[in-house]
């Protein structure tokens, strides 16, 4: 059963399909194999609605519609200005504030795709005016957005906090610590790439002009604070600091920048609603496919015909960053993650790991996939923003996957970088 539900999964991905029917065709083929029928179709369709039913669930559209609101409007440029102003001026400091930047609004917003229109939009041409080149500009901004997986609010983590049962506070906490070891890791070669390709450097900004583009990000950078710092203290879930997040940019954008009109709810929310519902449809889906597989004993399988079980702890995760890893390649994040959690639940129970570490471990292999070719998501994102063949968009991605797989080597070697903050917040 296994060849055929994978064979015909491919082959509908190969015919163009979107992932939603291959998962659907094969759950219901996966079914009629494992029950002989169709007749008990009820009980996969309330796998599939139980699938969308944790309320933990409702944090994804609230992060989503805070993400549309806050790129359409000041935020991201109200912080990229703040970062400008404090490192623009040193060797490669316009690549440190790009990704600099992306960092910042992905903590603001959770959204990759909206970190690369927010943050690339206006700062691609002016890397470009710089002299970087076009490749290592798009990677940057690619990879950077990224980092919106690990920093929270991340809609991945949200994802496979319902499927695995794990507190989605203690994994918010624990993205913080290697998001920022990547930031750091891509600062250092952005000054490495400006300095052996002598780029120039901005100029350097008076402290009335950095005051004043503090003075400017201070709002936005409540959504971080109102965020971590909710969850930390006790006030709000992530699912009330997600509702508490959309009334801040309602009341940022709308009232105290003024940038948005009553005229734009109508677009934001229809954008919203769409986004939305693809996301839970997948969930839904990929919920009833897991179930499936589950019942067949499929993953237990697949991971004693590869001997994972007797892996150990540290064979195990490296296990899980290869599978996720090349998944994420092919295939969307947020499937790989309803997919292939199920399969390794039983190896990661086994092995003892603590499920936040192996979550957040998760979520940087999906982010590094969704960044990797040949079809990771957000680099067909940059080709629609900034209408760049596919090729030069890839181009530059190499240095930046090496620097993500080697910070993913990292956290399995010592995972006191993902666990420390959330050993200090809930332990």
């Keep these: 059963m296994t060849t055929i539900i994978v064979s015909i999964m491919i082959v ?22 494992t029950f002989g029928g169709l007749g008990q179709m009820e009980t996969l369709i309330q796998q599939m609605m139980g699938g969308i039913r944790p ?21 991201a440029n109200r912080l990229i200005n703040m970062v400008m102003s404090f490192v623009g001026h040193i060797k490669g400091g316009l690549a440190v504030s790009t990704a600099a930047s992306c960092t910042l609004f992905g903590a603001v917003s959770g959204s990759t795709q909206a970190t690369v229109v927010a943050v690339g939009s206006p700062l691609r041409p002016r890397m470009l005016k ?24 991340s809609i991945g983590m ?14 918010f906490i624990a993205g913080i610590g290697p998001g920022l070891l990547i930031l750091a890791m891509f600062s250092v070669y952005c000054v490495a790439y400006a300095t052996i390709n002598k780029v120039p450097t901005e100029p350097r900004a008076t402290w009335k002009e950095r005051a004043l583009s503090v003075k400017g990000a201070l ?9 971590v710092g909710g969850i930390y203290g006790g006030i709000f879930s992530p699912t009330e600091a997600a509702a508490a997040c ?44 897991s179930w499936i597989i589950s019942f067949a004993q499929i993953p237990q399988t697949i991971l004693e015909a590869v001997g994972i079980n007797e892996a150990g702890p540290i064979g195990v995760l490296i296990a899980i960053s290869v599978a ?4 994420c390649m092919f295939v969307d994040p947020i499937v790989v993650i309803l997919v292939l959690t199920p399969i390794f639940a039983p190896a990661i129970a086994a092995s003892g790991l603590d499920p936040v570490h192996v979550g957040v471990l998760i979520t940087l292999q999906v982010a590094i996939g969704s960044a990797t070719p040949p079809f990771g998501c957000d680099i067909f994102t940059a080709i629609a923003i900034f209408k760049r063949p596919y090729w030069e968009v890839i181009r530059g991605t190499p ?29």
Excluded: C
């Design 55 to 75: 309320t933990a669930l409702i944090a994804v559209p609230m992060f989503i519609l805070a993400a549309d609101i806050m790129t359409r409007g000041q935020s």
């Design 130 to 153: 710089a002299g970087y080149k076009d490749p290592f500009t798009l990677a940057l901004i690619i990879n950077s957005s990224d980092i919106a997986f690990l920093i929270p609010p």
């Design 399 to 427: 240095p930046f996957v090496f620097m993500l797989v080697l910070a993913a080597a990292l956290i399995i070697i010592f995972p006191q970088i993902a666990l420390f903050l959330r050993d200090m917040a809930f332990r």
């Design 324 to 327: 996720f890893f090349v998944a």
């Design 219 to 227: 709002w936005p950078l409540g959504f971080p604070v109102l965020i």
């Design 12 to 33: 509908l991905l190969l015919l163009g399909f979107p992932m939603m029917i291959p998962l659907v065709t094969a759950a219901f083929v996966g079914f009629y194999m």
């Design 158 to 171: 949200i994802i496979y906090g319902v499927i695995s049962g794990t507190s989605i506070g203690e994994l």
């Design 246 to 289: 959309v009334l801040y940019a309602v009341l940022l954008e709308f009232v105290v920048f003024r940038s948005l009109k009553l005229h734009h709810i109508y677009a934001i929310a229809k954008s919203t609603g769409l986004i939305t519902a693809v996301v839970f449809i997948l969930v839904a889906v990929g919920n009833g496919f």
